[in-house]
């Protein structure tokens, strides 16, 4: 099932830009310090694009303050145009806020300033008929003991434009979510035990599991869909879990991934067709 330390408005931004749960990426976040050369100069606002093919796909800003740089993927642009266009706006947005924030900072208290960073990342991660699900990972360092990162997870239908959720493709969401908790805490204490080479007993990680994770907190937490085995299909859904939510900050976060199968009997009429086969899950 995300989101500094200058402002109360600094932590407001990374819980914005993040929601509450976590993804751990392939290397840890780290301090963008150490930069070299001179600032860039401040430029002229970018004048707003014509037509939504002349959104750029990135952006990114480097000085001796902060470095950043926002990423919508190719592949949602081709998909839902408008709404890559609003990510992209919106990352940028973050990245002018963070950036206000270290110059400042930068300029009161100059011995002890380290350089800020930003990262966004938002792909697309399966589509099937007129939803589509979406995945967003941000880094963020604001001079502390360590970065800070987080995934967001979201659900849209294309026919409509809105964000949906879960729940809304479910006909009794409840029953769904008491046949999807068992799979979700073997599959934690599966994962656990796995990340710790063994070392850990899968009926005690699974017992913590259940300590931490509920039905009502499964169904409000960090949830997307999947892509299948089969074509123009879903083949489950995954839930993110922040560091500290079902372990230790030091384990990361988890991702965990339930078949279709398990809660296929409980999807509304509308949406059954669009789930099938097994989920396609990252290596």
């Known amino acids: 099932m995300l989101k500094l330390a200058v402002s ?14 976590a993804e751990t990426p392939d290397v840890e976040p780290t301090p963008a310090t150490g930069i070299s050369g001179e600032a860039e100069p401040a430029s002229a606002p970018e004048a707003e694009p014509d037509s939504l093919a002349d959104v750029p796909h990135k952006a990114e800003v480097s000085n001796e303050a902060f470095v950043g740089s926002v990423t919508v993927g190719d592949s949602l642009f081709e998909v839902a145009p408008a709404l890559a ?21 930068k300029e009161a208290d100059p011995e002890y300033f380290r350089a800020y960073s930003l ?4 792909t697309l991660a399966a589509k099937a008929g007129d939803l589509i699900s979406i ?8 001079g502390g003991a360590h970065g800070n990162y987080g995934t967001d997870a979201r659900i849209y239908d294309l026919a409509s434009g809105k964000e949906v959720f879960l729940r809304d ?4 969401p409840d029953a769904a979510m008491q046949d ?3 799979v979700v805490l ?9 990340k710790s080479g063994g070392s850990g007993s899968e009926a005690t990680f699974r017992g913590e599991a259940a300590d931490a994770v509920s039905v009502d907190s499964l169904m409000e937490g960090e949830i997307g869909l999947v892509a299948s085995t089969e074509a123009d299909a879903f083949g489950g859904f995954v839930v993110h879990f922040a560091p500290y939510e079902i372990a230790s900050y030091a ?8 078949p279709q199968t398990v809660f296929h009997q409980f999807l509304k009429p509308q949406y059954a067709g669009l789930f099938a086969g097994e989920p396609v899950t990252e290596e």
């Open 8 to 21: 109360v408005a600094m932590g407001a931004l990374i819980l914005t830009a993040c929601g509450k749960k």
């Open 251 to 258: 384990e990361g976060a988890y991702k965990v991934v339930v």
């Open 180 to 182: 999807a908790l068992p």
């Open 169 to 172: 493709l479910l006909a009794d």
């Open 85 to 105: 266009a609003e990510l992209m706006k919106d990352g940028k947005g973050r990245m002018e806020a963070m950036q206000s924030d270290a110059e400042t900072y």
């Open 135 to 142: 995945e967003g990972f941000t880094s963020a360092y604001t």
């Open 119 to 122: 990262s966004i990342e938002w």
């Open 186 to 194: 073997s599959e934690i204490a599966r994962l656990r035990s796995e």
